[in-house]
């Protein structure tokens, strides 16, 4: 059982920027991929950034070039770097952790919100 633990949302204007980071509740192995979803009123729950142990990185199309994942993998934990944010990037943003083997494991979500 892994718990995971999200800070660093917060409100911020467009064009600002946040940085939110989530550390897991054990270090005695790595976990495989960490990475952030999100999910905004009304809409699905939608991948934003994923990154292997490896250091290998996805994002959605609509983040390219503003958000940045990263990781460190001695404390299972995974940071996302958010600049030049946009109204629409506005979203409960929740941390995701897959040890390679069952289920994955979600935190409790933090709320990033964008004013215009």
């Known amino acids: 059982q892994v718990q995971l633990v999200e800070s660093g949302g917060g409100l911020v204007q467009a064009g600002g920027s946040l940085r939110l980071s989530c550390a897991a509740s054990?270090?005695?192995?790595?976990?495989?991929?960490m990475g952030w979803y999100r999910q905004a009123p009304g809409k699905q729950r939608e991948l934003v950034a994923t990154?292997?142990?490896?250091?290998?990185?996805n994002y959605a199309d609509s983040v390219k070039g503003r958000f940045t994942v990263s990781r460190a993998n001695a404390k299972n934990t995974v940071y996302l770097q958010m600049n030049s944010l946009k109204p629409e990037d506005t979203a409960v943003y929740y941390c995701?952790?897959?040890?390679?083997?069952?289920?994955?494991?979600w935190g409790q979500g933090t709320q990033v919100t964008v004013s215009s």
């Open positions: 995701n952790g897959y040890l390679g083997y069952g289920r994955p494991y």
């Open positions: 054990r270090n005695d192995f790595t976990i495989n991929v």
């Open positions: 990154i292997t142990s490896g250091g290998s990185t």
